[in-house]
């Protein structure tokens, strides 16, 4: 399947807004996830290159560092998740700050590639300390995210950037952004999930402040969690029922590394433990 328009994307998650339906949207590793993942009702499938290394066993944050070029594993990995998806629009992660992105020709790309918008990820917003403070005084900083997005809104493709703040929603809010992820962090549980997190009424908490900040700047914007202790259907739906102005939930790890994990490791007990 090609390319969606944004505004048909739109009309359909607005819908769901206006229906109090949960939007859910997903990270896609490989084709069978995204196939698996549309056949469960998902509104946006989302690749990118933490994608790849989470299902070969590695923690997501392996897409911030120096293990392969980002940008260039999305665009290898379009045909094997493009392809097997009927209806559903599918997102590409672009890591904005590489000093190397000719941003206007790779949107090029990505759309011939079959992509209906893009998400900021590999993100510095993940990235803290002495460290980040480089990366902004270097020009590897935040900004270059908000102006790849306002630059994507402008080509007409969808946009939901993560963002990290108050401060960071209002500046994807005024870039263009269609929907804001608010990201809390590496998503906990399974064999390679994050240990050290937040707790859910800090995630609601956030969420609200994140998601009031943005309808500042513009009232129509749809908002959604993602990440830290936000892993299980039970814990988005927590957030989004003690949360005013969040409409449903981005999963990574949450909809295709936990899942596989139960499921590989309970089929192959019950393998193991024939008797005969």
């Not at 229906?19 to 896609?28: L, N, S, T």
């Amino acid at each position: 399947m090609g390319r969606i328009e944004r505004q048909d994307i739109l009309r359909r998650l607005r819908g769901k807004v206006e229906r109090h339906e949960p939007i859910v949207g997903g990270g896609a590793g490989t084709g069978l996830s995204a196939k698996c993942e549309e056949a469960g009702g998902i509104d946006l499938i989302i690749v990118y290159n933490s994608g790849r290394f989470r299902m070969a066993g590695r923690g997501s944050l392996a897409g911030l560092l120096a293990y392969g070029n980002a940008n260039e594993i999305v665009l290898e990995m379009a045909p094997e998740i493009v392809t097997v998806v009927e209806r559903t629009p599918v997102l590409a992660g672009v890591n904005a700050t590489d000093p190397f992105l000719q941003p206007a020709s790779f949107l090029e790309d990505l759309v011939r590639a079959g992509y209906s918008g893009v998400q900021n990820f590999p993100t510095v917003g993940l990235i803290d300390g002495t460290f980040r403070v480089n990366l902004e005084e270097t020009g590897m900083g935040y900004q270059q995210e908000v102006e790849l997005i306002r630059l994507a809104a402008e080509q007409e493709l969808l946009t939901t950037p993560y963002v990290f703040s108050a401060e960071d929603a209002i500046a994807m809010a005024g870039a263009g952004a269609d929907v804001i992820v608010c990201h809390m962090g590496l998503t906990t549980g399974g064999r390679i999930g994050a240990e050290t997190a937040r707790n859910l009424d800090d995630c609601v908490q956030l969420c609200n402040t994140w998601s009031e900040a943005a309808r500042s700047v513009r009232d129509d914007v749809i908002v959604l969690v993602h990440g830290g202790p936000v892993a299980e259907p039970g814990d988005a739906e927590y957030v989004l029922r003690k949360t005013t102005g969040v409409h449903g939930f981005y999963g990574a790890s949450s909809m295709e590394r936990l899942p596989v994990e139960r499921a590989l490791i309970e089929q192959t007990r019950a393998f193991t433990e024939i008797t005969f």
